[in-house]
């Protein structure tokens, strides 16, 4: 049905997860975000800024794309909730804004991920290292068994994923706060097209101003310029096709509109730090 094809976020995975000092996974970076609410034990999680406690009582945030690394040395629990969010949607929230890590969990929202569990079972992780589980075949697997939900079930699960992610909205920060109707159309337009080969004088002509002004102004709104943001957008793809995707990365390349395949290697490993045959090879 034409509604579970546009929710906007997808839940691939809900479940409860005891380790005994077996946490630890290196240079973990997937097209999903992961929420977490701790139960026993004390964790950390090694972000590129920031080491981060992960302790009882809280719950935490991974968005998307966020290169990080787990490390656990005793006894530890915690339910893991893993969201994919639709890349037609025309927002997106987990890619829109800047979220904290952590924030206090309440008691409402300890029931609410319970409860998110009961609704989907059988949706836990058979294995816990990413390796297993963050490839092409398990993510559209979990999209598939998400797609087969009856609508009720839908609806609460997507109710209580918005609730969650509510705890995280409250200190979070817009990424770009585009004031300028005509800079917030192009972004649209990037974001449909992020596949062909978008101009500048596409985008001028979208937004009817000349050439330097559009640059000038896409700069001052979203503080890159429209070349680096199209370049940012179509790297994020690109992570999701190799993950998703088994075609040779210089097909991917070319889907992207990529004429040339080593500038896109090249460009692929300035915005994530490995070339695209390392990334694909840690999956």
């Given at each position: 049905?034409?509604?579970?094809?546009?929710?906007d976020?997808?839940?691939?995975?809900?479940?409860?997860?005891v380790?005994?000092?077996?946490?630890?996974?290196?240079?973990?970076n997937?097209?999903?975000?992961r929420?977490?609410?701790?139960?026993?034990g004390?964790?950390?999680?090694?972000?590129?800024?920031?080491?981060?406690?992960?302790?009882?009582?809280?719950?935490?945030?991974?968005?998307?794309?966020?290169?990080?690394?787990?490390?656990?040395?005793?006894?530890?629990t915690?339910?893991?909730?893993?969201?994919?969010?639709?890349?037609?949607s025309?927002q997106?929230i987990?890619?829109?804004?800047?979220?904290?890590?952590e924030?206090?969990?309440?008691?409402?929202?300890?029931?609410?991920?319970?409860?998110?569990?009961?609704?989907?079972?059988?949706?836990?992780?058979?294995?816990?290292?990413?390796?297993?589980?963050?490839?092409s075949?398990?993510?559209?697997?979990?999209?598939?068994?998400?797609?087969?939900?009856?609508?009720?079930?839908?609806?609460?699960?997507?109710?209580?994923?918005?609730?969650?992610?509510?705890?995280?909205?409250k200190?979070?920060?817009?990424k770009?706060?585009?004031?300028?109707?005509?800079?917030?159309?192009?972004?649209?337009?990037?974001?449909?097209?992020?596949?062909?080969?978008?101009?500048?004088?596409?985008?001028?002509e979208i937004?009817c101003?000349s050439?330097?002004?559009?640059?000038?102004?896409?700069?001052?709104?979203?503080?890159?310029?429209p070349?680096?943001?199209?370049?940012?957008k179509?790297i994020?793809?690109?992570?999701?096709?190799?993950?998703?995707?088994?075609?040779?990365?210089?097909?991917?390349?070319?889907?992207?509109?990529?004429?040339?395949?080593?500038?896109?290697?090249?460009?692929?490993?300035?915005?994530?730090?490995?070339?695209?045959?390392?990334?694909?090879?840690k999956?």
């Amino acid at each position: 049905m034409k509604e579970k094809e546009n929710t906007d976020l997808i839940l691939l995975n809900i479940g409860y997860a005891v380790h005994r000092a077996d946490w630890n996974y290196k240079n973990v970076n997937s097209p999903f975000a992961r929420i977490y609410l701790v139960r026993q034990g004390i964790a950390k999680l090694h972000l590129q800024d920031q080491v981060q406690s992960l302790t009882p009582g809280h719950l935490y945030l991974i968005p998307p794309f966020t290169l990080h690394s787990y490390e656990c040395d005793d006894f530890y629990t915690l339910y893991y909730i893993h969201i994919y969010e639709n890349p037609l949607s025309n927002q997106r929230i987990l890619e829109d804004y800047i979220f904290p890590v952590e924030v206090d969990a309440t008691p409402l929202d300890s029931q609410l991920v319970e409860q998110l569990a009961v609704i989907n079972p059988g949706r836990n992780l058979k294995e816990y290292d990413p390796s297993n589980y963050d490839n092409s075949s398990t993510l559209m697997q979990n999209i598939l068994l998400h797609t087969k939900n009856p609508t009720y079930t839908m609806m609460e699960t997507q109710g209580i994923l918005l609730q969650l992610l509510s705890r995280f909205m409250k200190e979070a920060t817009h990424k770009y706060e585009i004031t300028d109707n005509r800079i917030r159309k192009t972004i649209r337009y990037i974001r449909k097209n992020i596949d062909k080969n978008i101009t500048i004088d596409e985008l001028t002509e979208i937004c009817c101003l000349s050439k330097d002004h559009f640059i000038r102004l896409f700069k001052e709104e979203m503080h890159i310029t429209p070349v680096q943001y199209i370049n940012q957008k179509k790297i994020e793809k690109a992570q999701l096709l190799i993950i998703t995707d088994n075609r040779p990365v210089k097909d991917i390349a070319y889907t992207l509109s990529f004429e040339n395949v080593s500038y896109f290697n090249r460009l692929f490993k300035r915005y994530t730090g490995l070339t695209p045959v390392m990334y694909k090879s840690k999956l």
